[in-house]
């Protein structure tokens, strides 16, 4: 049984930042790899960024160098520090764990880029 709750979005000016934070409920969390997604209106969903059971990350190009994801398996909890945030970033976002063939969703938190 696992469940995902995301936390830490809200309304931010171009240029500002945002954590996002990812609770996990369950007991496979530290073997399990995590992902960010997002899904603006209108656009299909994106992956934005991944990491391994040891913490070992990937970007979508959009966000190299501006977005930074982390784990904390002690906190069974997983970030996405947003940095530098442009208008393109405003979307819903979502946590997803991966265990094998099974795949997890929260239910996302949203995220608004505007002046």
């Known amino acids: 049984q696992v469940q995902l709750v995301e936390s830490g979005g809200g309304l931010v000016q171009p240029g500002g930042s945002l954590r996002l934070s990812c609770a996990a409920s369950?007991?496979?969390?530290?073997?399990?790899?995590m992902g960010w997604f997002r899904q603006a209106p209108g656009k299909e969903r994106e992956l934005v960024a991944s990491?391994?059971?040891?913490?070992?990350?990937n970007y979508a190009d959009s966000v190299k160098g501006r977005f930074t994801i982390s784990r904390d398996n002690a906190k069974n909890t997983v970030y996405l520090q947003m940095n530098s945030l442009k208008p393109e970033d405003a979307a819903v976002y979502y946590c997803k764990l991966v265990k094998g063939v099974r795949s997890y969703w929260g239910k996302g938190t949203l995220v608004t880029v505007s002046s």
């Open positions: 990491i391994t059971t040891d913490g070992s990350p």
């Open positions: 369950g007991n496979i969390f530290t073997i399990a790899r």
